[in-house]
């Protein structure tokens, strides 16, 4: 009797031909770069170029976490990944009630074009990719971060990278929503077409299965509730008037990569076989670059333990393996530390140093998808195949993502897998070193890196220093002009560039939309 995967699937002891799936490694698997893209989504993968090496920082004020992307760039990283403060990502200024005793602890506050300039000083933005995890602001920040590009004289067709900017996995999983789904819905396609227009290099999304598969979803569950968000975002842009092959090249995805490494290299291969079919079978996307499914990956944070935390070294460096091994476009690699507190600098370069083993020292970039063909993960990777399209299925019969949320279809099915999973290591079914086995009496002390409570009072003067020089009547004028926008179908990103210009603040330009699209209450409170 073999084990069971994370999904609940069939491991088996011995893969062979014909057993147990009927897979035979020497059929037709197609070649990297080909449709449906199984084996990885260009041709030469790695042999040509390494992944981009993401490191995620934020926290603090800005000119903070500036030192710590100088840090992180003159030590190799390849591409910023910008964590921003729980206030900034519910679109609340730093000086507002609901900010108070979290302003710069999960990430950076940024509440204004000056706090974004000072973000980003001396960094050059026409040659760094930067990722921003931000969801319902999402556009917010990019806005910000053109004006200040352009204020460093770098023009928009000149900038890349990504903004999150998934705003259904945060009504199932995580809870940074503002407002309601159809306004969030037509503010991600108004996203869609401002870049389409004004940033061609950029990724206005990426549809996110990490904070899913953080909450407990396995790893069937974790693409499959993705894809499902990522049509309902097709379609989104569809109604807007968008042509698939204008904007679909364009999308990208975020994925966890878990100490099964197996099942998630299959998970990955999986996942790029779906969404090629799902994206010329129901779409019509001609253009291959349509049905690419191009994908960063981090570590898995909830797999961190805060007991022994140096072992987490040995943990990160497998999820590594496994999300490269999987073909992942970009990577970030979590700090030793994290279950603990923020990053700390040393950690921090720890975790870039094991990318830059992974890209220079091993023969991972020798060779396109080495586990082509083998009988265990390709087996494997049928098995997820299956098991999330069916799940896609239901929740196309239910309507759609948006409706099966309603439903609470998402949410409960995560919070059954979480169940599971934490009854089996309560049970020590499921071993956690260090956790449930193997267990030090001794624990060394970390001194974590803790983030100066008086940096909100900081934050709030700078805020009323702006406030006080700005030219009222403008922002007043350019305030009304996104509520005129957002009461209308007009594209909401060009009057909030000019509120945003004439130095509106997150929060008040946040506000602005909430005047008129209301906030978003779940049914279940």
């Known amino acids: 009797m073999g084990r069971q995967s994370e999904s609940g699937l069939p491991v088996e002891p011995v893969y062979g031909p014909g057993q147990p799936t009927g897979f035979d490694p020497a059929a037709q698997l197609g070649s990297p770069g ?18 981009t090496i993401r490191q995620y920082a934020g926290f603090a004020t800005a000119r903070e976490s ?36 979290e302003v710069g602890k999960v990430g950076v506050a940024i509440d204004s074009m000056a706090d974004m300039s000072a973000l980003l000083d001396r960094i050059p933005l026409g040659q760094v990719s930067t990722s921003m995890t931000i969801n319902a602001p999402a556009a917010v920040l990019l806005l910000l971060y053109q004006l200040v590009a352009e204020g460093q004289g770098v023009a928009p067709s000149a900038l890349s990278g990504t903004i999150q900017n998934d705003i259904l996995k945060e009504y199932i999983a995580r809870g940074t929503y503002i407002y309601p789904p ?5 503010l991600v396609a108004d996203t869609f077409a401002y870049c389409g227009r004004e940033l061609p290099r950029w990724h206005p999304i990426s549809i996110s299965g990490y904070h899913m598969a953080e909450a407990g979803a396995t790893p069937a569950q974790e693409i499959a509730f993705t894809l499902a968000n990522g049509k309902e975002y097709v379609r989104a842009a569809l109604r807007a008037g968008l042509a ?31 969404w090629a079919r799902i994206m010329r079978e129901e779409f019509g996307a001609a253009d291959p670059r349509s ?49 603990i507190a923020l990053p700390s600098e040393r950690a921090a370069r720890l975790a870039l140093r094991t990318q830059q083993v992974l890209a220079h020292e091993t023969d991972l ?83 974590p890196l803790r983030v100066d409570p008086a940096i909100e009072e900081e934050q709030a003067k ?26 209308s179908k007009e594209n909401v990103l060009v009057p909030l560039r000019g509120a945003l210009a004439a130095q509106a603040t997150v929060g008040e330009v946040c ?4 005047d008129v699209w209301g906030t978003y209450r779940p049914p279940d409170i």
């Open 291 to 339: 049905q690419m499914l191009r994908f960063h990956t981090q570590t898995a944070g909830v797999q961190l333990t805060a007991q022994q935390p140096e072992v987490n070294l040995a943990r990160v460096t497998v999820q590594a393996l496994a999300a490269v091994l999987g073909g992942t476009q970009s990577l970030h690699t979590n700090a030793y530390d994290e279950a």
């Open 462 to 487: 700078r805020l009323a220093r702006l406030r006080a020089a700005r030219d009222s009547d403008e922002w007043r004028l350019r305030i009304d002009d996104l509520k005129r926008a957002a009461e």
């Open 182 to 186: 159809e306004p969030s819905l037509r």
């Open 365 to 447: 970039t020798a060779t396109a998808d080495p586990f082509a063909g083998s009988y265990a993960v390709e087996s494997m990777t049928d098995d997820v195949e299956s098991a999330a399209t069916e799940l896609v299925t239901a929740i196309d019969e239910m309507g759609g993502a948006v409706a099966a949320i309603e439903q609470g279809f998402q949410k409960g099915e995560i919070e059954l897998a979480a169940y599971r999973v934490a009854r089996q290591i309560d049970a020590g079914e499921r071993v956690v070193v260090g956790v449930n086995k193997f267990i030090s009496e001794a624990e060394a002390s970390y001194p």
């Open 66 to 101: 500036n030192e710590r992307y100088h840090q992180l760039i003159a030590a190799g990283t390849t591409g910023l990944s910008v964590a921003f403060d729980l206030p900034t990502q519910m679109g609340y200024d730093s000086d507002a009630p609901a900010a108070h005793g």
């Open 244 to 274: 698939v092959d204008d904007f679909a090249p364009r999308l990208s995805f975020f994925f966890v990569a878990r100490t099964t490494l197996l099942e998630e290299v299959a998970k990955f291969r999986a996942a790029r076989r779906m």
């Open 34 to 51: 080909e449709f449906p893209f199984t084996r990885g989504i260009y041709p030469g993968m790695y042999t040509t170029r390494p992944w």
């Open 511 to 514: 506000d602005a939309l909430r």
